[in-house]
């Protein structure tokens, strides 16, 4: 439910509904009190990620583009994306089918957060961010989907349930983590 389509308040009665943030601020003004009431699981980067989505996700111009997991009217997820790179070794490339450049165009998954009551969507919020970031590769080219993790634990979330790898190049601001890839 996302993309050129006009957003109407019939996705207020899905069950599930992916929506541009953009597009909900113009067309459905009803989604502020939800996108307030948004809460991560407890812990610095979940309370990171809800800040962020209050004070940060309308303004303009957009840094990424942000899109709203919705469940009858209600925020149930969150995610953003935009352009980035990554720099991976010879081997790394290699697991991209040997790919020439050290520096490889990339889609940053810039934020990303399930509601603290909706466990179990973690899977299908990443799908559907992968699904957009493939869908996007074919207007700019992008070998991998990668994350910035806030810090160790996240990082090792990413490891353990989303098969991210770590490369070589640092996370910007932290330089103690690794930036975080998948191939798209």
């Known amino acids: 439910m996302s993309g050129p389509f006009p957003i109407s308040r019939d996705v207020l009665r899905h069950a599930r ?3 541009r943030v953009d597009q909900v601020a113009r ?3 009803v989604l502020e009190d939800a996108i307030q009431a948004f809460k991560a699981p407890p812990g610095p980067a979940g309370e990171s990620v809800s800040r962020w989505l209050v004070e940060h996700a309308f ?3 957009q840094e990424a583009t942000v899109r709203l997991r919705l469940s009858y009217g209600r925020v149930t997820g969150v995610y953003a994306l935009c352009a980035a790179q990554i720099t991976l070794d ?3 490339r290699a ?3 040997g790919v020439r450049y050290r520096t490889q165009p990339a889609i940053l998954l810039a934020q990303f957060a399930r509601a603290a009551d909706a466990p179990g969507i973690g899977a299908e919020l990443l799908r559907h961010a992968t699904g957009t970031a493939r869908r996007a590769r074919t207007y700019v080219g992008a070998t991998a989907l990668v994350v910035d993790p806030f810090d160790e634990p996240t990082a090792e979330m990413w490891r353990e349930h ?3 790898r770590d490369s070589q ?3 910007p601001g932290n330089r103690s983590l690794r930036r975080q890839w998948v191939s798209l």
């Open 95 to 97: 697991q991209l089918g």
């Open 59 to 61: 303004h303009e111009p």
């Open 162 to 164: 989303f098969g991210f």
């Open 90 to 92: 010879t081997a790394e």
């Open 169 to 171: 190049q640092r996370v």
């Open 17 to 19: 509904a992916y929506v």
């Open 27 to 29: 067309a459905l003004p």
